[in-house]
Every structure is written in C-alpha cells, then in structure tokens.
C-alpha cells in the first residue's frame, strides 16, 4: 500500500477500497483457531475447486480470524445470505461450492441445529443470536493479514479522528467518561491509568501491550491478535499519542506462533503504509511499536515481571509504589494494558463514550470477551454486555452441558480466581459482582465444570499451576502455595484429615495477605472458593475416601465402577459377555450387588453418564447388558453359600434393596440373617412402587430367590412395632431399612375430597390388584418418578387422559430423563410452570386450581426457583395423584430412645450406616429419603460390611477374582456404535402393563460389550509403567 | 518455573544424548550474524540462539557472555528461570501436552498418561533414539479444542488416549 501522508489519504484509500466491485461470493473461513482441525486443507480444496469451476474472481475465499464457535470447527460463513456451517471437512468442499455458491441452496447437513432443526443464517444461530459482538466485529470477517481489509473495514477511523483536532487530554477524558476498565483483570480505570502516566515526569515515555495471555483456559487476546491486529495496534497508537508515549512493546508468550506472526506482518504494514513510525499521517506525531516473545513464564503478566522480562532480565515482580505509571520501562513512565483493554479503545473514540457506556452496568460498562471452555457444547469466544449472566453465556450462548450432566460450577479468571457455583447462574456478571463472590473477572476464561469434575482436584489443579509459577522471589507464595499443594495433594490421595480445611484457610489467608505480587496475593483464592462452596466435597475425600466426581485416580477403579455405589466392577463383566461367558459375569456382578436383574431394568445407571466411551460417542450400554446378563442365564445360580456354622444373629427391618442387600453380603459372611418384612410381599419398594412394565414381578422374585439361596431367611407380614421387642428375641445387631413410603401432602385446601390420594398409595393398590381400572381424567401433581410412574399407571389402567403438573419446567423434572420421554411418547400430557392451591370438589374432586408460575432465579442447586405470576388456572380432573415427596414412617420406633432421627429422617454414618453409639445401623431411604435402587443396595451392602466388623468378623466382601481376558481392545472398536434396544411402540404399550423395553440378543450385546475401551487395563498399565 | 530443571540435570534426563553440540566456530559465526553488543536484548538473543541450536549449548552461552558483557551467572539465571530456554539438545520433535485447565476437565492426564506409555518417557525427557521430547505447557490456548497436544507447530485437538498414541504411532512409521 502507498505511504499514506494525512488523514485525507487514509479516508481517501479507504473510500476506494470500498468502491472496489466486490465478488459475487465470499467464504470466510477460520484460519487461526481451526487450524488445528484442518482449516488450510478446507481452504485449499475451496480454492481449487473454484478454479475448477471456473468461478476465479467472482468467489473470494477469506482466510479469517476466529469466528466464535470453535465447537464447530472448521468454522465457515459465506455471503450473501450470511450463511454458517460447521464442522466443514474438505470432502464437504465440493458439495459447498456446487449447492451453495453456485446454486444458492443451504446444506442443511453442515447447519448448526437449533430447536426446530437445522438454522442457516448466522445471526440466528443461538450461539451468535445471544451475543453483542463490538470488539470481535470485525474477527472472523476480515483477512487479518490484509491491511485493505482491515482499513475497508473502519480500521484506523478512530486514529484519524483523533490526528484530525482531538487534543491528546480530550482523548483520555473520553476514555475516562467511557468507563472502561482493564480488561486484563483487576479492572482498573483505563483513563484514569493513562492520566496518570501522562501527568508523570519523565522522557521517554512508553506505551505496553500485554499479550501474555498465561491464565489457563483463556484465549480472547490470542484470538484478537491472530485475528484483527490492527485493532489493537489502533488502540496503541490512541493511547500513546494520548499518553505522550513514542515507543511500544507487544509483549505475547511464544505459545501463540500465529499471533505473533498477524501481529508482526501488521506491524510491517502499518509501518510501510505511514500509520506508525515518524510523523504518523502527517501528524507530527512519532510513534512505533516492537514484539517481545516472552519466554513462558507465567509472572510476566505481572506488569512489573513483564517489565522486567522485556529488559531482558529475569521476570521477577518488584514491589508497587512506585507504579509503572511512575517509573516502568528502563524506570520510565510506562503504561500498560491488555490486548482486549486496547482492542476497546478504536470503539470509544469513533462512537464516543456515551454510546460506548450505554452498555454494561453501573460500574462495569462495555462488553466482555469470554473463552469459553471445558463442559459445554459451544466452546468458542464469546462477546457479550457486562452484566449478561453465568445462565446467557453457559446455556443461551454456550448451549448447556453434554452429556445430559448438570451445571456444577464455573471457574472464572483462572489461578487467580475462583470457582463460581450454580447458585450464581443468575447474578449479572461484572467487575463487582463476581468479586463478591470470591471470584475475579479476570482476563475472562470461562471454564465451565460439571458434574464429573472434582472441586479438590481443581483447587489442587491450580495450586500445582502457580506453585510451579511462582517466582520464588517471596516466601508466602514460594513456600506457602507449596504446603497448600502438599495437603491438596494428600486430601485428593484419600489421606487427608478434617483438620486440612482448616489448614488450607489458614495458609490461604496467610499467603493472600503477606505476598508481594498480584500472583501470590491471588494465589490461594481457588483454594478458599472451592472450600466455600465444595467443603462437602472436600469432606467426602477425607471421611468417606470417596471422589464424589469419580476423578481423583487414586480414589478411583474406574470412573464406571467408582460411579457405581456399590462400586460392581463394570469393565470385569463387561468384557465377560463380550467373550461369551455370560454365567461368569452375573457372577461377577452378584460379588457386589444381588439385584442384576432389577438393575438391569430399573437402574438410573450413574456408570453410563461417567463411561468415558461416551466422551467418544455414546457411552456402554452398561444397564442394558446387565439386564441381557440376567435373562440370559436361565439358571437362578448359587451364590457362594457360607459352609461354616453361622455366628452372630442379625435383623433385618425392610426387604427392600437396602435390606436385603445388606441380608446377602452378612449370610454371605457367616451371619444368621432375619428379614422382617410388614407386607405380605418381598421387596419392599421394588415390588409395590415400580410399575410392571418397568420393572415385571418375575425379574424380583429371580433376585429374591437368588438372595434366599446365600441363607436370608425372610419373614413377610411381620410389622416391627419396636425395637425392644428385637433385644429381646436375641439379635446382636439391627439394620433398619425401611424405606420412605409415606407420601407428602400438598397442604391445600380439599386433599381429603374423594378422588385425591398419594402416589405411593395409589401405585401400592395398583401393584396389589386393588386398582384394575381407572376412568376419567387423572391430574398428577409433581416431577419426580413417583410422578412419572402414576402417570404412566394411570394411562394403563385406562384413564381418558392424564395430566402432569409441574412447578417448573421440563428441564428442572428430577425424574428419569429416559421416563418423561417415554411418558410423553404413550401421552401423558405435562404442564408446566403450575402449582396447585386448591382442590375443588363437591365431595368428589372435579378440578385442581393452580398459580401460574414463572421461573425466577436460582435456588442453591442452581435449578430456577419457581415465582407465582399471580395468575390461577383451573385444570378439570376426576382423580388427582398427589407425588410431591415422600417421607420415611418412623413411628414403628417411637418408643425407643436409641433411635438418632433427624428431620423426619434417620441419621447414619456415611461408611458404616451406623446410627448412633449402640448396635443399630442404618440405611436406604430411611436415611437418605427418596433416593436410587442402587443407593439403597450399596447402603446394605456397607452396613453389611460394618456389622461383620461389628459382629467381629473382616466384613470382606466376595473377592474380586480377575476371570476376563487382559487384552486391551483393538482400534476397530471405536467404529462400532452403540446398539439400541428394542422398544415396544408407544401405542402398543399403553394399553398393558408388559415390559416396555426388550433384552439384547447374544450377538447384539457380544457387540455392544466390545465398545468397551477397558480403563481397568489402563490404569494397571499406567501403574506399572511409572 | 521448574527451575530445577537447570544446569545439569535438564532435559535429557535419563535418556542418552549422542548429538554433538556445535563448535566453537559455528557459534561465533552465527553470534556475528546477530550483531550482538552489550546494548543488545538477552532474551531476544537466547530465543535466536535456541532457534538456530534447538537448544542452548554451553559454549554459545559463554560466547554471549563475553560479548554482551553480560556475566555468564546471569545469564543462566535468565535461561532457567523461563521454561522454554533449554541448555541439553532435545528430540527431532517437541510434544506439548497442554494440561490447562479446560484440557484438565476433559481428561488431559489421560492423555498424558497414554502419551508416556506409548513414547516410555517422562516429561522433560527425550526418547532413545532422539526422535521425540516430551514437556506438559500450562496452556496452549486452545482450550476449545480439549484436550490438545502440539507436535512442532501442528495442533492436535479433541484427543483421546487411543487418538494420541495412533498420532504417535503416525510420525514414527512416517518418518
């Protein structure tokens, strides 16, 4: 480009760059950060393949910046039409320039997906749709390594402004009335901080971009720099023309080759085309700017360190005052600014402040670069208002969380920062606010964390990270960070103490106070945000040895077996079926859980939401061969019975899962079992809770016959009216199980009209044939799979139609997902966002009036709490099924004083299921109120274990005998796709009580257990290796 | 950062190093390519050096000293207080296992774990035949491509244990 002598030139250059004719199409495809998934081949082939068509010169290809989605890597968007596609490989090129550059057509195959399929148009799209992108405007649609198209485009419009009269305390008066603050972190006022340096004495004066972008999980200033660096070299210019500064350094980590290189090559251009250099356009004005690689050294985002580093020396920080702004560079006044701080500064001048400060909150103005990262489906760059909430950006923006996991926390502002938890989904984000909660802004890395990742691993995670980065220069931070991470390290090995808490608070403190940089002084505050809001998590480490994200190695098998809660060795019996041997692998599963078969039906199995096959694809269909396991084998089996005489005589109150499991493992370890069961039928909730069709009779009584075989005597319809009476037949020890069978009323007005009942009740008549049929209109009341299942019921048995009403939303329903959907799918209608005040009847029930409801902020597990509208509906019904809760019926035991009730609920330890000093135990929804089968089966199977130590006995449960093979599974597997069960059709289903779901054939589940990726064989293999 | 990682001990840890440094010669030669003077940049210096070298050999370091006048301690301070000045040769290609924190959540140690396995060499080390070293990074920042790695200068994103070592398996057969 010609060297440009005033602003004329510039404003005249840029009117012909706009007059140029323009190709009839242009793509724009992502160079920087879809590079790394193949953008130059995709690039490329699209070149050749307009060449071959002949289109050279009507069709421009666009190697862009980062165009915000990088989820959807390689990332495309092409004009007219400003149509998106992702996730674009060269074999899609051809199809791409046939149908939609020539023929104008959408391929609907490479669209992002919105609710109501596929959506073209990139301002539609909800990742874009959501956000304000003002800084980004211009990333992703010019060529960053094309000085026309950035001047084409507006860049240096702010520059001549300001070169065309404004004096230099005009523009700092504009910056300071825009409100801007540092984008790097701490927020400071930008204007104020150039005031500062201005006002200092001193010659020369210097002007420092920070590019050391070093926070783990950050990467906007990166994608600025690859992507329009001449935005930020403008916003240099303004602030050392305002500041009196001739000289500037870019100083980027050497981690960020691209960005060095746009940044360089613009600098190159700038310079040629007279924008930098002597007598910038004309102006008088002298100023240039050079590139300092850092080294990696993560305290050289400390401006002190970073001076230092740019002096050639060690990055070490020194202590503030004086202030850069005082004495920087080579101890002249030198100002300094983040990469986003400066990218903001072309937008201020051009627009003014006041439209600038139109947007954001009261002390926060502008908008905000977000990296957003880890567990969500959009990971990409993210531009939105200050004040867009964590809820915009994670679920508007990001799309939620795969998986089907929920929200845990998200980690803002890296090492320095904190951890934030779902209970601020809400709060509006700014400078202040996220300070507030042990948080910083930050730079602006977004990490967000589900339910898989360990808040003791994070906080140890980011204590190795600045323990290894600190300087060493001072002791708080060189050898306090270091004690941190020893207890972290030991509490994430299962040998911490409670007493670390407490320890690591002090530490923090200490170190937070007593440090002598921004590194140290911050330090801690991982630590401290994840003890504040994760402290149960941090306990479960140390008191039960328990990783409740099934991620800290040390406490873990494998995720799958490890989110199992009574921890069945799932790789074991996987790989079994996947040989054939079926037998051997109901064993293997009956060593730590005697109900395969109702697991392999009714299980909300945890394993399969932590099978990391499915971070791949889809994760084993885990319950599924369990169930294929028990009905392949037709044999009941023999557990391996107890040859000895028996010693020591334990009841069992319940036959649920938490009973009889518990009865199981203690026959199986010698003990004289006694179940004491106050129905007439064995299984407690398994037999008179679920439905038939989830779980058919003939699949407990396998179970229940199996758990006889070990030597459980049971005894049906044998209330227990007190433990007394226990004491004095003899036994030496007591697990009470009895479950959560009372359901809780709504408190309205007309409950007691006829027509109205519980749901345990009306499911319990159902399962003992009291109910045949139901006529009518039938209102559900609640949620959860007590809801999910009357509805269902209700449906069978012949109602006319069945309504669900739910408080909140779908999204918010704690019932099984697989449940509502199948509900949906037989017709069961839900409504949402009501809640019942009355019940309106004459004698008889014949409607339900409800508020309406509207969803308001989060409540403490991050689910949006429910807020009357003020509005009522009446909803007509001829039976209403009340399944808001349930509640254990403890007045069996209300003479005895032993008993350690808490809240309507037995207490009991976590390990043992001891309750209290004596020898009762307990376990299951007792304890826990309504919780998962296979909670209430691990609960007995700990209490069975506590009670032989009890008893006097090892409390050794069956051995875990390696029997499958060792092979680790060959490339081929990764090909094969998880293999669907049959499902009997909707309208057939609803009409009886049959299974709903059917059982793998051998070969199908042969096929399925071969998607196995074996992580027991790996870790044995890490194991040995180092 | 891992400033233990110094003098002697160093890259090559446990594994054997075969490769000659450069002479004397060859290294004043390129010094007086640069034009180094007591004025000069000496991290901007050690960055060429190392690009030259691939690493930054003793007696190119005793060189920069007398020229930039710049006493030889200092300048071992400045190489090992940064964590990518190395003073031993290194493998024919660089692994970065990013082990940010997004790379963290995703399950980057596994992918570490494989990596290891799969080279039999640790961070920081250099496999046997000279073709591979290994070092973690903090961040790559390219978190969005969870959990990463880069060999030399080409990305590799999305991976999965299985996915790394069929990556590694592909520069050995290629070259």
Redesign the interface.
């Known amino acids: 480009m010609e060297r440009m002598q005033s602003v004329h030139d510039l404003n005249r250059i840029r009117e012909e760059l706009r007059s140029r004719p323009r190709p009839d199409v242009e793509i724009r495809v992502c160079s920087t950060?879809c590079?790394?998934?193949g953008a130059l081949d995709v690039c490329r082939d699209l070149e050749s393949e307009i060449a071959a068509q002949g289109l050279q010169g009507r069709v421009r290809v666009i190697r862009t910046g980062c165009l915000g989605l990088?989820?959807g890597?390689v990332a495309v968007s092409i004009q007219p039409g400003d149509i998106f596609y992702r996730g674009v490989a060269p074999s899609d090129v051809r199809e791409i320039v046939e149908k939609t550059v020539v023929g104008g057509a959408v391929i609907e195959r490479l669209c992002a997906s919105g609710q109501n399929g596929p959506v073209a148009n990139r301002e539609e799209v909800s990742f874009f749709k959501h956000q304000m992108r003002r800084v980004l405007s211009n990333c992703g649609v010019i060529d960053p390594r094309s000085l026309e198209d950035a001047i084409a485009h507006g860049a240096y419009s702010a520059l001549a402004k300001v070169l065309s009269g404004m004096s230099p305390d005009a523009v700092i008066n504009e910056v300071i009335a825009s409100g801007l603050r540092g984008r790097g972190g701490a927020g400071f006022p930008t204007g104020k901080k150039w005031q500062f340096c201005r006002s200092a004495p001193g010659h020369p004066k210097y002007v420092i971009c920070n590019a050391d972008?070093?926070?783990?999980?950050?990467?906007m200033d990166?994608a600025l720099l690859e992507g329009d660096p001449h935005l930020v070299i403008e916003g240099m210019i303004i602030g050392a023309y305002a500041i009196g500064a001739n000289s500037g350094v870019v100083y980027v980590?050497?981690?960020?080759?691209i960005a060095i290189e746009h940044t360089e090559l613009a600098l190159n251009q700038a310079r040629e085309a007279g924008l930098l250099g002597r007598n910038i356009l004309g102006s008088g004005f002298d100023f240039d700017i050079e590139i300092?690689?850092?080294?990696?050294?993560?305290v050289c985002g400390e401006e002190t360190a970073l001076i230092a580093?740019v002096?050639?020396?060690?990055?070490?920080p020194r202590p503030r005052p004086p202030f850069p702004a005082v004495s920087g560079l080579y101890g002249k006044p030198t100002n300094i600014n983040n990469v986003e701080t400066w990218g903001n500064v072309p937008g201020i001048i051009l627009n003014g402040a006041a439209a600038y400060a139109s947007v954001g909150t009261a002390g926060s103005k502008g908008t905000k670069i977000f990296?957003?990262?880890?567990?969500v489906s959009n990971?990409?760059?993210v531009e939105v208002p200050m004040g867009a909430t964590l809820r915009q950006i994670v679920f508007d923006v990001g799309g939620g969380i795969p998986r089907g996991r929920k929200f845990k926390a998200a980690?803002m502002g890296?090492p320095s920062g904190g951890c934030v938890p779902a209970q601020f989904l809400d709060l509006p984000i700014d400078y202040d606010s996220v300070q507030k909660i042990g948080a910083i802004m930050g730079s602006g890395?977004l990490?967000v964390?589900d339910e898989a990742?360990c808040m003791v691993d994070?906080a140890r995670?980011?204590t190795d990270?600045v323990q290894?980065?600190s300087?060493?220069k001072c002791v708080p931070c060189r050898i306090g960070t270091r004690r941190m991470l020893e207890i972290l390290t030991r509490i994430t090995n299962g040998q911490g103490e409670l007493e670390d808490i407490d320890r690591l608070q002090r530490l923090g403190e200490m170190i937070k106070e007593a440090s002598l940089c921004g590194l140290g002084q911050t330090a801690p505050n991982p630590v401290l945000s994840t003890i504040r809001y994760f402290r149960d998590e941090y306990v479960a480490h140390i008191v039960e040895k328990r990783c409740p994200a099934n991620s800290c190695?040390a406490l873990i098998t494998t995720t799958c077996s490890s989110a199992c809660p009574a921890h069945v060795n799932v790789p074991e019996y996987v790989a079994l079926i996947a040989e054939g041997r079926i037998s051997e692998a109901l064993d293997v599963i009956r060593r730590r859980n005697p109900f395969p078969s109702v697991c392999g039906r009714a299980c909300h199995h945890p394993c399969e939401k932590f099978c990391?096959r499915g971070?791949?694809d889809a994760p084993v269909a885990i319950r599924d061969l369990k169930r294929f396991a028990s009905d392949h084998v037709k044999e009941i089996g023999h557990p391996p019975v107890w040859r000895g005489p028996r010693r020591g005589r334990v009841a069992v109150i319940g036959s649920g899962p938490a009973g009889l499991s518990a009865a199981y493992f203690l026959a199986l370890m010698g003990r004289e079992v006694k179940v004491f069961e106050a129905l007439d039928v064995v299984g407690g909730v398994l037999a008179v809770g679920i439905p038939g069709y989830r779980l058919p009779r003939r699949a407990l009584k396998r179970d229940i016959e199996y758990i006889r075989r070990a030597g459980v005597d049971i005894e049906t319809n044998h209330p227990v009216r007190s433990l007394h009476e226990l004491k004095e037949a003899g036994f030496d020890a007591v697990f009470v199980a009895v479950g959560a069978h009372k359901g809780l009323p709504l408190g309205v007005p007309g409950e007691d009209l006829r027509g109205v009942e519980d749901a345990l009740s009306f499911l319990r008549r159902v399962a003992r044939g009291k109910v045949k049929k139901l006529r009518g209109r039938v209102v559900v009341v609640g949620g959860g799979n007590a809801a999910v299942d009357s509805a269902r019921t209700a449906l069978r048995l012949g109602a006319s139609s069945v309504t669900i009403l739910y408080r909140r939303t779908r999204d918010e329903m704690p019932a099984i997902r697989d449940e509502i959907e199948d509900a949906i799918m037989e017709g069961v209608d839900m409504r949402f966002l009501v809640a019942p005040v009355a019940i309106l009847g004459d004698g008889r029930v014949h409607a339900v009036r409800c508020a309406e409801m509207t969803l308001g902020d989060a409540d403490e597990s991050g689910r949006r709490r429910p807020v009357p509208t003020g509005k009522e509906v009446e909803v007509q019904a001829d039976y209403v099924i009340v399944a808001i809760g349930q509640a254990p019926e403890l007045d069996f035991a209300s003479d005895d004083g032993t008993l350690v009730v808490s809240r309507g609920r037995m207490e009991a330890h976590p390990v043992t299921q001891r309750s209290g000093e004596g020898n009762v135990f307990a376990g299951g929804d007792v304890v826990t109120g309504p919780a998962t089968i296979i909670e209430a089966i691990a609960a007995g199977q700990r209490a069975a274990q506590a009670i032989d130590v009890f008893l006097g006995g090892t409390g050794e449960l069956p051995p875990e005998v390696p029997l499958a093979s060792r092979a680790k599974p060959d490339?081929s597997v990764?090909q094969i796709p998880r293999q669907p069960v049959e499902v009997v059709p909707a309208d057939v289903r609803r009409g009886n009580f049959d299974e709903v779901l059917k059982a793998y054939s051998l070969q199908t589940a042969c096929t399925e257990a071969r998607r196995c990726?074996r992580c027991d064989l790996?870790k044995q293999?890490?194991r040995r290796?180092? | 950062m891992a400033p233990d990682r110094a003098l002697t001990g160093g890259a090559g840890e446990g594994a054997a190093c075969t490769t000659m440094g450069p002479t004397d010669a060859e290294v004043k030669a390129f010094l007086d390519g640069l034009g180094v003077t007591p004025s000069s940049n000496l991290i901007d210096l050690l960055q060429k050096v190392q690009g030259r070298f691939g690493y930054l050999p003793r007696n190119a370091l005793e060189e920069l000293s007398r020229r930039t006048k710049i006493r030889l301690s200092r300048i071992y301070g400045v190489v090992t207080f940064y964590a990518q000045f190395y003073t031993e040769p290194r493998g024919r290609h660089t692994i970065l296992c990013c082990r940010g924190t997004a790379c963290h959540v995703k399950g980057a140690s596994k992918v570490l774990d494989a990596v290891k396995r799969t080279l039999g060499i640790r961070e920081g080390q250099t496999t046997p035949d000279m073709e591979f070293y290994l070092e973690t990074v903090a961040c790559l920042g390219t978190c969005f491509l969870a959990p990463v790695m880069m060999i030399d200068d080409q990305y590799y994103g999305r991976l999965t244990p299985q996915r790394a070592e069929a990556i590694l398996k592909s520069y050995r057969k290629g070259q």
Do not use: N
Request: glycine share 18%; charged share 30%; net charge neutral.
């Open positions: 950060g590079r790394a998934l990088c989820a890597a972008e070093g926070d783990p999980g950050a990467f990166r980590r050497a981690e960020y080759p300092r690689k850092g080294a990696g050294a993560f580093s002096e050639g020396k060690r990055g070490m990296a957003l990262a880890g567990k990971t990409g760059l980690q890296g890395g990490i964390m990742t994070i995670f980011f990270f290894k980065e300087c060493g190695e990391r971070d791949l490339e990764a990726l790996e293999e890490t290796h180092v």
